[in-house]
């Protein structure tokens, strides 16, 4: 049964995690704006295969890194299908590296897109969202791990999940749910990207679950959150990740 038609926002939409979450939830009947930085002809293929499934959606752009993109992306997702009931938080980038080793640029272009974009869009959220709403933002089970390497990235995840778990307390008497979802190791391009098979393989045997994970296995736990049933889960991470932590 699809829920009443709602309006979702999904940052960094035009592949991965983002595009088979704003799949899922145009499936789950809710309009869908398919946000993208710079792959235009990525976002607007998510859009056609929504709109071929019988879904409504829209691809607009905002880099999410800049300070004034949040206020120009609800700006126009309210201009297309009016006040936004769902954010999704899933814009975000890794830049891994040694922390003796990171560079300036390292550090500021991963807080700029995976701390400042989730933060301005949730202030904007805060102010704009109807009540009821749901406001869901990607994290990593890499906090937690905390493997070499992955030091800035991981700092970059957890603030975002403090401010979840503050926004929940702040937006709780309008009924706005704020909750995290740490995906595990998922089969996609940015995780395969530069690894052998032979630490494919070994990363695959951490799993209890002995596989690893696919964008619709993330995509349904957002679809939860953003749904009827997920109404009473607020302030939370659920760590999607095949039992690895």
Request: with cysteine; aromatic share 4%.
């Amino acid at each position: 049964m699809k829920h009443i038609q709602k309006t979702a926002i999904v940052t960094g939409a035009s592949r991965g995690i983002g595009a088979a979450i704003a799949l899922r939830l145009a499936e789950d009947g809710h309009a869908v704006v398919v946000n993208f930085a710079s792959n235009a002809a990525a976002a607007q293929a998510v859009v056609e295969q929504i709109e071929a499934q019988g879904g409504t959606a829209t691809a607009l752009q905002a880099d999410i890194s800049d300070p004034k993109a949040a206020r120009a992306l609800f700006d126009a997702a309210e201009d297309r299908f009016g006040p936004a009931d769902i954010l999704v938080n899933n814009a975000g980038i890794m830049r891994n590296a040694a922390i003796a080793t990171a560079t300036d640029a390292d550090f500021d272009q991963q807080c700029a897109i995976n701390i400042g974009g989730p933060f301005r869009c949730m202030r904007e959220a805060a102010s704009r969202l109807r009540d009821g709403g749901r406001i869901i933002s990607i994290s990593s089970s890499v906090v937690g791990l905390y493997q070499p390497s992955y030091g800035l990235y991981a700092a970059t995840k957890a603030a975002t999940e403090a401010l979840s778990h503050v926004l929940a307390k702040e937006l709780g008497s309008r009924g706005i749910t704020v909750n995290s979802v740490a995906p595990g190791p998922v089969a996609t391009e940015l995780f395969l990207e530069g690894k052998p098979d032979e630490l494919i393989r070994a990363i695959t045997g951490s799993i209890p679950l002995g596989r690893l994970g696919t964008v619709d296995d993330i995509a349904a736990v957002v679809s939860f959150l953003a749904g009827p049933d997920g109404r009473w889960v607020n302030g939370q991470t659920i760590r999607a990740n095949g039992g690895v932590i």
